[in-house]
């Protein structure tokens, strides 16, 4: 590899019109990858192809550098930066904690944050023409490039996320292409692997490309929010991304109202009941959501959507259960939104028992004081409905203990006749 690099004369120190053909040399120069996983190895080499790559992206920076970035050079570019960047990422490392382990870094650093930021250079460019350029930037290197969100380095991660928000975009005739591949990613993350590094840089690309969609919606752009990004709420590591996904879908609501049925509807189902600490954050998003339903939406969504927020009102972990009551601290919610006086005859009845048994004394005094509140807020808003409700509940759970004492006196009756049989033998 050493033999493959030479000392070239500074691009500064040479005449203007022999300026392009030692600017070539220097990129077919850079082309060259060193393998890092011996240190020592090749020094010389990857001393110069840094130094190299640093008067390059020095000179990019400056107005006569800018003008280098001709049609002619596209090719050695593109060579350049495929070359160095596009390559296999390690497989995952099998016992991999995201949120316990340090991410392994990527030895070629030194070189490969240069050749990003070279790269960031050109595509920002406005010498740089599109309709020419897009041939060299086709979709097989956008596909490479969103193949290389996997990499374990943040640092990597990050500088993939500005690229390839910068070539969608520069580059309109691939936009439907990056879109499409990364839902592919997204599919495979869901239903195969579980294992991604870079779903969340994925997710803020796409949050700033779901802001720029035009009203109505395409039905491709309804069908990714249902294929792609409601299930990405399943995967146990759903809280690495939960931020960026939460945004995501909150901008397909504010954009399209309907889409808040799918969305209510995939949330319930994807419900983490499992994890008390996954439930907060869903709850999280879920207020956000609740503040742009509409009561056209809510008739649809209605029947799961209290049922859902009953049992995690009854939830035995405290965190969930003071989480949900916190939603009726929501102004617009109580005002105007699902838990209005409009909705009372709906929902008290399904929210009532835990709330009064919360109410009655809870060993956490937020939870309790949040459900008198709760329980006072709605006896005001209809006291009749409210008597009619209490009457009810407590009806059955009278029934409920009954039949619960009932139960226990058959199972006492059936031990008394094993014991009798057993007398017996």
Sequence with gaps: M???????????????QKREAL?????????????????ASDQRGKDLKRQTLMELLDFVNTQAGEKMFTEAMYPDIMGMVTASVCRALPPHTADFDPDEDEPRLEPSWPHLQLVYEFFLRFVVSTEVNAKVAKKHIDQRFCYQLIELFDSEDPRE??????????I????????????KTIGNVFYRFVYETERHNGVGELLEILGSIINGFAIPLKKEHLSFLQRALIPLHKPKNVHV??????YCIVQYVEKDPDTVVPVLRGLIRFWPWSCSAKQVLFLNELEDILE????????????????????????QHFQVAERTLFLWNNDHLVSKGCFSRAHTTTILPVIYGPLYR????HWNTTVEGLAQNVL???MEFDLHLFDRVLSEHIKAEEERKAKAADAEKRWTVLEEQAATARSKR
């Design 23 to 39: 600017f070539q040399q220097k990129l077919q120069l850079c082309s060259v990858v060193f393998h890092f996983d011996d240190p």
């Design 376 to 378: 006072k807020m709605y």
């Design 168 to 179: 969608y975009g520069k580059f309109m005739n691939h936009r439907s292409f990056i879109r």
């Design 2 to 16: 050493a033999n493959a690099v030479r000392e070239l004369p500074l691009l500064k120190d040479v005449n203007p």
């Design 358 to 361: 919360h109410s009655l004394g």
């Design 157 to 166: 991660r990050d500088y993939l996320k500005t690229i390839l928000h910068r």
């Design 292 to 315: 742009l339903l509409m009561d056209e939406q809510l008739q649809q969504v209605q029947g799961p959507l209290f049922a859902l927020l009953a049992q995690c009102l009854g939830s």
């Design 241 to 246: 991304y939960h931020q960026q996904l939460s």
